[in-house]
């Protein structure tokens, strides 16, 4: 079992940066990918970016391209989500993710049913 913890959410204008951590626990060593998924009101979730153990790969949604960017810190078992030109269209609840299976092709961590665990997650609000 893996536990994923989310924090970092909160109320930021538009313009400016945010920066979310996922930590995990437990079965860490099993991990294979984690990723960041985002959820508005009235919207289905929806993937925001991933990245791969050993961080040589990383996959971002097209709408956060260029504007957010993800790292992982593995003595620290934490993932970072660094979101800058934030605009109200990225409110939402943002969910971290973790993955034990491996794969080559890296549009399959593009979707949720990939991902065995997930954190609680954490609100980020964008005022115009």
């Known amino acids: 079992q893996v536990q994923v913890i989310e924090s970092g959410g909160g109320l930021v204008q538009a313009g400016e940066s945010l920066r979310l951590s996922c930590t995990q626990s437990?079965?860490?060593?099993?991990?294979?990918?984690m990723g960041w998924f985002r959820q508005a009101p009235g919207k289905e979730r929806e993937f925001v970016a991933a990245i791969t153990r050993t961080g040589r790969n990383t996959y971002y949604a097209d709408s956060v391209k260029n504007r957010f960017t993800i790292s992982a810190d593995n003595d620290k078992n934490t993932v970072y989500l660094q979101m800058t030109s934030l605009t109200p269209e990225d409110t939402a609840v943002y969910y971290c993710a973790a993955t034990s299976l491996n794969y080559k092709i890296g549009s399959y961590y593009q979707t949720s049913r990939t991902y065995s665990y997930w954190g609680q997650g954490t609100l980020v609000t964008v005022s115009s």
């Open positions: 437990g079965r860490t060593f099993t991990t294979a990918a």
